[in-house]
């Protein structure tokens, strides 16, 4: 099959018309790279056994040796990972099949065949396969998941910085409400997101290698003299995982419920957001650059539609389906080990790839925007009512009794509420002058407390 008629004939959208833009994650979650982890981590155990002191039978290796398995690891190619998968449809087992291709690999060089009982020693699979999966997620997290992240976050400090001092109506529950700046709502996001990047960073991915069900039963009965845990413990380390002392045949998955969770929450702030500019630019207090050969209806020419933060939406309500499905699931497995972990944890690429894709969507939508500082004027204009607030506050400041019930009755539910009427309600209030000057240049423009400055703020006091 062609790449072409691969691409239409996808089941996933992932693998068909979105391959291109998460193809930065292959390298992490494919099946190749699934493989690829495995022999790295194969020849990674069977080189520390050699080096160890107290393992007669696996000598040390030359230097030789050594660089040639790490050639081996290195130039690990997709031919190579189909003769795996040759095995693999005769052993009806992926990680027996990685051991059988390593040994016949090996078979080359006389010092490693000399060896290669070692190769997979007192190994289960999931020994192999918890490390495969803990640097999968490590390194997509450093290499692709935080960049694409830090990309959105990135735009929306520049954004809250440059609109810093743009007034904009805000509406609580859908309704006029107390002014702010456009740039303080891109900073509130912008603050929620670096918390939740704060975490998902943060969260610290567990390896073990202790065998069948957590005991070093195997590795006891070969070398009863060695301290496999100790061993044990700097070979995960060493991998830039964090080592787990206390498992059965699995590493528990805890941790990876903690990452996923990280995930689910900064995808549920990107989703608060996405909604919010798509609201914002349906008020059109922005506008979307356009492509000139772009088409936004097939119908109605005049259309251009909020399409990267809906695709960005939708594509983070299906990665956190399946998010909250993996934490609620992987950290459950019957007594020492059941199977229904290996299925769920195939699907790792598709709530990253959704993730990712959801994160890329949404910078495009961000660099598509133009604000609009008339409509953003028209409609303060035409909500004098919110000055009721600073109003009544001010007048509470002065023991003016039932301060909001006169501003509730002179506001509340009216229309045609203009600056002179507020103006008269001013003129009519028993405090000092030099205050009622100061309510009377207050406008819905220019009544936005700190916000500016707050806006200014985010991104240099975090950073």
Not at 42 to 51: S, T, V
Not at 180 to 186: A, D, I, R
Not at 298 to 309: G, L
Not at 387 to 414: C, F, H, N, W
Request: with cysteine; glycine share 6%.
């Amino acid at each position: 099959m062609n790449s072409s008629s691969s691409f239409l004939t996808a089941l996933s959208p992932l693998d068909g018309r979105y391959s291109a833009k998460v193809a930065a994650l292959r390298p992490y979650f494919s099946e190749f790279a699934l493989i690829r982890y495995r022999v790295y981590l194969e020849i990674e155990w069977f080189k520390a056994l050699c080096n160890a002191t107290g393992i007669a039978e696996a000598p040390p290796l030359a230097i030789e040796t050594i660089a040639e398995l790490d050639d081996v690891a290195a130039g690990f190619s997709e031919t190579d990972a189909e003769a795996v998968k040759l095995i693999e449809a005769k052993t009806n087992h992926d990680v027996k099949a990685v051991e059988y291709w390593l040994r016949e690999r090996l078979t080359r060089n006389v010092e490693a065949a000399r060896s290669a009982q070692f190769i997979h020693f007192a190994c289960t699979s999931e020994d192999i396969n918890n490390l495969s999966h803990g640097l999968m997620l490590m390194h997509s997290r450093e290499r692709v998941m935080l960049p694409a992240l830090d990309k959105v976050i990135g735009k929306l400090i520049q954004m809250a910085h440059e609109m810093s001092d743009i007034p904009m109506l805000a509406r609580t529950h859908g309704q006029p409400a107390t002014p702010t700046t456009v740039g303080k709502e891109f900073a509130n996001f912008a603050y929620r997101l670096l918390r939740g990047r704060e975490r998902l960073a943060s969260v610290a991915i567990p390896g073990k290698i202790n065998g069948a069900v957590g005991n070093y039963n195997a590795h006891v009965a070969a070398y009863p003299a060695f301290d496999w845990e100790k061993f044990a413990q700097v070979f995960v380390e060493k991998l830039g995982l964090t080592f787990n002392p206390y498992t059965t045949q699995i590493e528990p998955h805890d941790a990876m419920a903690e990452l996923f969770d990280a995930y689910a929450r900064i995808n549920s702030i990107l989703l608060d957001f996405n909604r919010d500019m798509w609201g914002y630019i349906s008020l059109a207090y922005f506008k979307q650059k356009t492509r000139k050969d772009e088409i936004g209806s097939s119908t109605m020419p005049h259309k251009v539609n909020p399409i990267d933060f809906e695709n960005s939406e939708g594509n983070l309500g299906i990665a956190n389906a399946l998010l909250r499905h993996l934490s609620e699931k992987l950290p459950l497995s019957r007594w020492q080990r059941d199977l229904t972990d290996s299925t769920v944890l195939r699907n790792m690429g598709v709530v990253s790839g959704h993730t990712f894709l959801a994160y890329d969507s949404c910078s495009r939508g961000l660099n598509k925007l133009e604000v609009s500082p008339e409509r953003l004027a028209e409609d303060l204009e035409n909500a004098w009512e919110v000055l009721a607030e600073p109003i009544q506050t001010v007048m509470r400041r002065y023991g003016i009794p039932d301060s909001y019930e006169q501003l509730k009755e002179l506001t509340r539910g009216k229309s045609g509420i203009t600056k002179d009427t507020l103006h008269g309600f001013i003129d009519r209030l028993a405090f000092p002058e030099s205050e009622k000057i100061r309510l009377r240049e207050m406008t819905p423009q220019n009544y936005v407390g700190e916000a500016a400055m707050l806006a200014r703020k985010i991104g240099i006091e975090n950073s």
